[in-house]
């Protein structure tokens, strides 16, 4: 089956402690893209791949790192986390960059106390 | 990157057509048109896109405007599993995608 898989669904952490939250996809996509989404305040792009070892920020990149080593991966990492990343996250991909659907994963509710 | 206006929310009832409208007047000649819905927290679902002419699949109908400078989402019969957060999107071909707040659809029995 096609899908977009992130893990985990949830996650409480502390302040300062590093986490990655893992997204993988199985349909071959070129493009990946990570979003962060707060009350009131709709779907915020946080960085985006559009091919391996091609990363580029979205609108709301401070805080967050990312790569894209193989194309089916693209893991988003806190190294320091802080209370105003306490969020929910989604990853996203789509066959390539330009005028492609995307695929959505299931989300992962990160709290950072 | 073309930005896309919609209303915050609407209310449409039972059985009735849902029409939910999107302004994108900075959208240039060859950028879609995307809809997607997100159902609570779920990931957000894809619906229907399109270019100048009109769309419709097994979810939706969508009505582009000429000048291309707003499109309408039509769901012809609306069902209370229709209630949503719908967003119009234009991704640009930077790779940056602006979601924005969307359009709250509240359908009432």
């Known amino acids: 089956e096609a899908q977009v898989t992130q893990n985990p669904r949830y996650l409480i952490t502390v302040t300062g402690k590093k986490l990655t939250v893992t997204c993988s996809q199985n349909m071959n996509h070129e493009y990946m893209s990570w979003y962060r989404q707060d009350p009131g305040l709709g779907l915020r792009q946080i960085y985006y791949s559009m091919n391996v070892e091609v990363t580029d920020k979205g609108d709301v990149p401070e805080g967050y790192k990312v790569s894209r080593k193989e194309k089916r991966n693209f893991p988003l990492i806190l190294e320091s986390p802080s209370p105003n990343q306490t969020s929910l996250y989604f990853c996203?991909?789509?066959?390539?960059?330009?005028?492609?659907?995307?695929?959505f994963g299931s989300g992962t509710q990160l709290s950072v106390l | 990157d073309a930005k896309t206006t919609q209303p915050p929310s609407m209310d449409c009832a039972e059985g009735r057509a849902a029409n939910l409208p999107c302004n994108h007047s900075?959208?240039?000649?060859?950028?879609?048109v995307y809809w997607y819905r997100q159902i609570h927290s779920q990931g957000p679902q894809y619906i229907i896109h399109?270019?100048?002419n009109n769309e419709t699949n097994e979810m939706a109908s969508l009505i582009i405007t000429e000048d291309r400078k707003s499109s309408t989402l039509i769901l012809p019969h609306a069902t209370l599993r229709d209630t949503a957060v719908y967003y119009c999107?234009?991704?640009?071909?930077?790779?940056?995608?602006?979601f924005g707040q969307g359009t709250t659809l509240q359908v009432k029995p």
């Open positions: 996203a991909s789509s066959l390539s960059r330009v005028n492609e659907k995307l695929f």
């Open positions: 900075t959208i240039s000649g060859n950028e879609y």
């Open positions: 399109g270019l100048k």
């Open positions: 999107i234009v991704p640009s071909n930077t790779g940056k995608l602006i």
